[in-house]
């Protein structure tokens, strides 16, 4: 079973459009989330990330995630989007027992259209 | 800073071949992951290690070994290349705590014919 899962596996918008992203987790327990994004053939960067206190965090480039316990979800989102946001957004979460791993969901590819 | 250094960026094998990925990094970080990146999948974690001397499987280990006889250094070698093997590598380091964020080397795209 998937432990993180992004549903949305393709997303297209014009520019301006607002974005949302996806992503659960099924770890209980204490979590690390992050957000990174690669640009067409480029190494994955942070975009965010949440560790505790306020769940709602501003990442670069005006975007912010929410982090919702109860429904163990940390979603991606933008107000506006540009073209210069067409990329591949991961989800990844570090579950804070054992070797704390970093796993991935499968990833969010998102083109904006001029 | 280098950050986290991969080389080669391409290769090409053929089927049976053995060779090995290198990753460094400069950070004094404790923890470092291989993992590959296959279309519709995401990444999945294939080997990783928490220090010197100690390392574990991932999701996916199998034609996968790795060593740790340094900090620095986490190589991935590929003992017998398979055309399932073809996918793009990525290596990754962070601080031993996790309320860090990873840093990624810049990718090995692996073609096995």
């Known amino acids: 079973a998937q432990s993180v899962s992004q549903h949305n596996h393709h997303v297209i918008l014009s520019e301006a459009a607002s974005l949302e992203l996806g992503c659960n987790y099924s770890y209980g327990g204490t979590v690390n989330l992050f957000w990174y994004v690669q640009y067409p053939g480029q190494h994955l960067q942070l975009l965010l990330k949440?560790?505790?206190?306020?769940?709602l965090v501003k990442g670069i480039k005006g975007f912010e995630a929410e982090f919702i316990k109860s429904k163990f979800s940390f979603n991606l989102r933008k107000p506006s989007v540009q073209w210069s946001d067409t990329a591949e957004y991961f989800c990844a979460v570090i579950r804070n027992t054992g070797f704390q791993k970093l796993v991935f969901g499968t990833g969010t590819r998102l083109l904006v259209s001029p | 800073n280098a950050g986290v250094t991969q080389t080669p960026k391409f290769q090409v094998l053929k089927t049976g071949q053995s060779m090995t990925l290198q990753c460094a990094q400069d950070m004094n970080h404790e923890y470092m992951s291989w993992y590959r990146q296959d279309p519709g999948m995401g990444l999945r974690l294939i080997h990783y290690s928490v220090g010197a001397g100690i390392t574990d499987q991932g999701e996916v280990p199998n034609g996968y070994n790795v060593s740790r006889s340094t900090t620095e250094d986490f190589p991935l070698r590929l003992l017998s290349a398979a055309p399932s093997q073809t996918s793009v590598y990525f290596c990754a380091s962070r601080a031993e705590q996790g309320r860090t964020e990873a840093f990624f080397g810049q990718g090995t795209r692996l073609t096995v014919v």
């Open positions: 949440y560790f505790s206190g306020d769940p």
